[in-house]
């Protein structure tokens, strides 16, 4: 299957520093990529849509000033946690799926797991 | 009430074993299910998809889905050590939104 790249798997910050979580496609262009959040022994939660080129769509209840998504380009798109606090601490995945393909071309990254301390 | 209910476990299994892992949905509406694996500390994979009621067959793994019943299930047979992971049910109305189960974790040992 193809590839999803996040980086940086695990990032530890201080409280009130911004984290930016890159998610990249490595072998084809993902017009839509989706960031999800995931507690422990609990199910993923979207918390938002990107479109290259357009703005985030959010869920209900993310704040969008706090969880900044980039969708730039068609193999990069970027969350930034902005002054972390210790509640945002989670394991963030991201996801993306092609131009062509559907919901069974979506393809997870492999995760970055955000401890602010 | 949850949009999709899945047991979280944990379910633990001689290897060899049949395993079925299950979710129901409230929403009658949804129209694709899938099932994901997610190792420990990593992204999910997709491992099987269905569109419509009945079953699907690939390799060790059955999937069926009852829409009816609003419930859908994932068999493994012959179940091994490396099945062990946690098994997300998705379901999706088909506008590329999913939406998870709370995912149940197996371990299957030796």
């Known amino acids: 299957g193809a590839v999803v790249s996040q980086h940086p798997s695990r990032v530890i910050c201080k409280s009130g520093t911004s984290v930016k979580i890159e998610c990249r496609s490595l072998d084809f262009q993902a017009t839509t990529m989706f960031w999800y959040r995931q507690f422990p022994k609990k199910s993923l939660m979207l918390m938002a849509t990107?479109?290259?080129?357009?703005?985030?769509?959010?869920e209900q209840g993310v704040e969008k000033d706090k969880f900044l998504i980039n969708h730039a380009s068609l193999t990069l798109s970027t969350l930034t946690v902005t002054s972390a606090h210790p509640e945002d601490s989670s394991f963030y995945i991201c996801s993306a799926i092609s131009g062509t393909g559907g919901l069974t071309e979506a393809f997870f990254g492999q995760g970055t797991r955000l401890t602010v301390v | 009430q949850k949009e999709v209910e899945q047991d979280p476990g944990p379910l633990s299994v001689p290897e060899g074993a049949i395993v079925s892992l299950n979710c129901t949905y409230s929403n009658s509406a949804f129209q694709y299910f899938m099932w994901y694996r997610q190792y420990s500390r990593k992204g999910p994979e997709l491992l099987m998809y269905?569109?419509?009621?009945g079953n699907k067959e690939d390799g060790r793994f059955t999937a069926q889905v009852d829409k009816s019943s609003k419930y859908i299930s994932l068999f493994i047979r012959d179940s091994q050590p490396s099945d062990s992971a946690t098994y997300l049910c998705a379901m999706s109305l088909g506008y590329n939104k999913l939406i998870f189960g709370a995912g149940t974790r197996l371990a299957v040992h030796p």
């Open positions: 269905t569109y419509s009621s």
């Open positions: 990107s479109n290259e080129g357009s703005k985030a769509t959010y």
